[in-house]
């Protein structure tokens, strides 16, 4: 099951800069983490983390609803990091 994580840092963008999903200023920027899950070759479940952004809650909310960040595009770029262990075991 994907996971997708978001609090405030109660910092505003003097501290981490703009907004980076619109770009403007933010007097409360929020982080949004992203945990995807995907099945491996051999049927187990595994997980990878998708990315984290900065920026307004709502614009994290709607960035995680219209976009997926599980997508296939970025399961390839989390599993290049994962070869050294993933088909170890
Ligand atoms: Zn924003």
């Known amino acids: 099951m994907n996971q997708i994580r978001t609090r405030s840092t109660g910092k505003s963008s ?41 920026g307004h809650k709502d614009c994290l909310d709607q960035q995680a609803r219209l976009q997926n960040p599980c997508n296939e595009e970025a399961k390839a770029d989390a599993m290049v990091d994962r070869l050294d262990f993933g088909d170890a075991a």
């Open 14 to 54: 003097d501290f981490y800069g703009h907004c980076e999903i619109c770009g403007k200023y933010a007097s409360d920027i929020h982080t949004m983490s992203v945990r995807c899950s995907y099945t491996r070759r051999d049927g187990t479940a595994g997980h990878y983390m998708a990315g984290t952004w900065f």
